[in-house]
């Protein structure tokens, strides 16, 4: 009998995970069809820096530029579903005491998955609030969603019924903080956890890419999907080179046929 394949190895792990923090990004919902910030640096997205366009200098200079690229990109999620690896998540509920996912992706894939506990630490881009005074901000489905156009052309950002400012996703932009009381759950849940799983992320953006380095800190066995090794590898304990649509099924069969809940 061989070495354990990784995929056993890390049923083995997650059988006897007691907590356990699921950290995922943009390659999460890449089989979902809504490309990665990494993918976005070709072809149409080209255009469309996300460390350029997601500030709100950007938003400030040309709202309706920023206005339009998130249109285009809900667009993009309306049309997507989330896909076997979303659900194998769902399933690992099933077999592990507590899971929280705490996702940097704004597509709500997760919720729509049916995901219990999920911290969208950048927010969600189906929620809204106005620019200046961050009023909460309710949008018909002709606003979130206007009709097709080129995702190159602006489309007019709806204005806040109660002060007129423009409004916004809301969602965190580079240069913004992080919510204070999620990033603390979320750092402390990687503080408590026993195993974290870190899925499609290239582990760029902060403070969102410390979190594993918190979990690793205190003892957590670190269990990375990818499908390249990303900025987090070296810490992993345990690195699976596959994408989350494939991998994460296959995890999930492993700790069932493994009996479930840890002892
Ligand atoms: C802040 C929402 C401070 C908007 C996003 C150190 C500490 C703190 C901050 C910084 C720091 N150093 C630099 C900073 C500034 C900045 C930052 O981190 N910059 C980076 C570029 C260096 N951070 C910030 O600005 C943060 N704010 O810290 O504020 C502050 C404090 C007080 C007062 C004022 C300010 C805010 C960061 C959040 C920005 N918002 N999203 C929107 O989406 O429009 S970030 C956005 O980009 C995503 O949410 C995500 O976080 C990031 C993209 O990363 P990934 O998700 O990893 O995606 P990527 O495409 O890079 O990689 C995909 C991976 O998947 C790859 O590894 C690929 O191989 C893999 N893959 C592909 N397909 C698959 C797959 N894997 C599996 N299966 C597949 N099928």
């Known amino acids: 009998m061989g070495p354990p394949d990784r995929l056993s190895r890390a049923a083995r792990s997650l059988e006897s995970a007691r907590e356990l923090v699921v950290v995922t990004g943009a390659g999460?919902?890449?089989e979902s069809g809504i490309p990665t910030f990494r993918d976005a640096r070709e072809g149409l997205w080209a255009r469309f820096d996300p460390e350029e366009l997601a500030t709100r200098r950007a938003f400030r200079e040309d709202p309706d530029r920023v206005w339009g690229w998130y249109c285009?990109?809900?667009?993009?999620?309306e049309k997507a579903r989330p896909h076997p690896g979303h659900h194998a998540l769902v399933r690992l509920e099933g077999a592990v005491p507590r899971v929280t996912i705490v996702t940097q992706n704004i597509d709500g894939l997760h919720g729509r998955a049916g995901s219990a506990r999920v911290l969208e630490v950048h927010g969600n881009l189906w929620r809204f609030r106005c620019f200046e005074r961050d009023h909460p901000v309710e949008l018909s489905e002709e606003e979130a969603l206007p009709p097709e156009t080129e995702p190159t052309r602006g489309?007019?950002?709806p204005r806040c019924p109660r002060c007129g400012s423009r409004v916004r996703p809301d969602v965190v932009w580079f240069g913004e903080p992080?919510?204070?009381a999620m990033l603390a759950r979320a750092r402390s849940l990687a503080g408590?956890?026993?195993?974290m799983l870190v899925v499609g992320t290239s582990g760029v953006v902060y403070p969102a890419a410390a979190l594993p380095g918190v979990a690793g800190s205190a003892g957590a066995t670190l269990i990375e999907v990818n499908t390249e090794?990303?900025?987090?590898?070296?810490q992993a304990d345990l690195f699976i080179e596959?994408?989350?649509?494939r991998v994460l099924?296959?995890?999930m069969d492993r700790v069932i046929e493994g009996g479930g809940f840890g002892g």
Request: aromatic share 4%.
């Open 155 to 157: 489309i007019a950002a």
């Open 28 to 30: 999460m919902s890449q």
């Open 192 to 195: 408590s956890c026993d195993v």
């Open 249 to 251: 099924p296959g995890l």
């Open 72 to 77: 285009y990109r809900r667009r993009l999620v």
């Open 229 to 234: 090794p990303s900025r987090l590898t070296s």
């Open 178 to 180: 992080l919510d204070e």
């Open 242 to 245: 596959g994408t989350a649509g």
